[in-house]
């Protein structure tokens, strides 16, 4: 059964309708005439909070790509790489697999032959793979693009051998695929027990309390209404006419009586406790939205809290930047560079306390477990350039020092 990233997409931005309301049973109300009255708010927006700090420190304040021992091709990557606006589409590429649990890359040439990238939208397209003997052999995209007064069903297949597009079933595009590698790049968030190959959303398994907490509240403030609005009983009046007010003073005959309607018994206050408990849930299951309470905590003590984040973020860096080499590699090999090793490099998911870091490299240096050269790399230092200083200084004490003794 095909997934309803539809659903998760709406469950991210917190668009709750009518249909979705029922179907889930949260709260909904009617009027007397069976118009909507009350019906859940995106009260708190819990998802996109989650997703947000994600994609934040997926990339953090530094993303470096850099071809191994090859400087030119390091250039050339970065070339295409401007071209294609990759800051704006690797975040869409991540944010994506985020929020629906899959996201792809297709990579081609346009006219001019330059390469591009393109992102594969799960929203507004299909997408499909075969399998043959236990391996995949086919990826397939298809989606409807818009077409003077009407429209064009488009199906992009993928082979290691071949990429074709078909525009209404009719071959329009056929390419040979001489790099053996296919040309759409599928990245799973997280593996899914439904499928082997399509993954899963975080979302997929908080939704249902986000869901809750919203129309928890959601109830709540349909409570309030009642008291902003307060509907008034009255008692041993003929007629709403015998009632007259002036300003907020009702006058009314000797033998009648005004009630406001209202909740017996402390009703909000267990429906606040049942929220609670669920944020608290949502809390323990999600630490990313603990962030905002750690206050001045920083070095060991903030890794020890947020050790859990951090694995979860290492993670998916892993997932991710994969995809991400999978099509450096392939654009580069498309370029002339067909064996080229990319890298990633990013900063901590949690920035290290210098003092712990320097006192760390300094006790393994000593114990000759690692070279000066590592140590400077781990430390953020060139040390090619260093040790070209350190001679130069070297040179030039040496030199006023035998100036000194020839006096």
């Known amino acids: 059964m095909r997934k309803n990233y539809m659903q998760l997409f709406d469950l991210f931005y917190g668009d709750y309708d009518e249909r979705y309301c029922k179907q889930n049973k949260l709260f909904i109300d009617y009027d007397s005439k069976g118009n909507i009255k009350h019906i859940t708010k995106s009260l708190v927006d819990y998802a996109y909070e989650i997703i947000m700090t994600d994609l934040s420190l997926i990339f953090g304040n530094r993303f470096e790509v850099v071809v191994s021992d090859n400087d030119t091709a390091t250039e050339r990557l970065q070339e295409i790489m401007e071209s294609n606006d990759f ?8 944010v994506q697999g985020l929020i629906l649990g899959d996201t792809a890359a297709k990579i081609g040439r346009d006219k001019q032959g330059n390469i591009r990238f393109g992102l594969v939208s799960f929203l507004n397209g299909k997408v499909s793979y075969k399998v043959e003997y236990g391996q995949i052999v086919e990826w397939r995209y298809e989606y409807d693009m818009k077409h003077e007064e009407g429209s064009i069903h488009v199906v ?3 082979r290691k051998d071949r990429v074709q597009i078909l525009y209404d079933d009719k071959v329009f595009l056929d390419v040979p695929n001489r790099y053996g590698r296919f040309w759409f790049i599928h990245v799973a968030n ?3 027990l439904e499928d082997d190959v399509f993954g899963e959303s975080e979302l997929e398994r908080i939704g249902d309390t986000i869901d809750e907490m919203n129309s928890t509240l959601s109830r709540i403030s349909a409570i309030e ?5 307060p509907r008034i009983i009255a008692s041993g009046v003929r007629g709403i006419e015998n009632l007259k007010q002036h300003h907020n003073i009702w006058a ?13 018994g402390n009703v909000i206050d267990s429906m606040l406790k049942k929220y609670q408990m669920l944020e608290n849930y949502l809390r323990n299951k999600c630490p990313e939205l603990i962030l905002n309470d750690l206050g001045n905590i920083s070095g060991y003590a903030l890794k020890l809290k947020l050790s859990k984040l951090i694995k979860k ?4 860096r892993k997932v991710y930047f994969e995809g991400f080499k999978k099509l450096f590699e392939l654009a580069l090999a498309m370029e002339g560079y067909p064996n080229a090793n990319v890298q990633i490099h990013v900063d901590p998911v949690i920035p290290a306390d210098e003092v712990e870091d320097i006192n760390k490299w300094a006790q393994l240096l000593g114990m000759n477990i690692v070279s000066r050269q590592t140590v400077a790399e781990a430390l953020g230092i060139d040390f090619k350039q260093e040790q070209e200083r350190i001679d130069e200084e070297n040179s030039w004490i040496l030199g006023l020092m035998q100036h000194d003794e020839s006096k």
Do not use: H, T, W
Not at 313 to 316: T, V
């Open 252 to 264: 009314i005959p000797e033998s009648a009586d005004l009630k406001i309607l209202e909740f017996q």
């Open 313 to 316: 973020i290492e993670n998916y």
């Open 225 to 229: 209404d009642i008291y902003a609005k």
């Open 156 to 158: 992009e297949v993928y």
């Open 87 to 94: 800051d704006k589409f690797s975040r869409l590429f991540v």
């Open 190 to 192: 997280s593996p899914s």
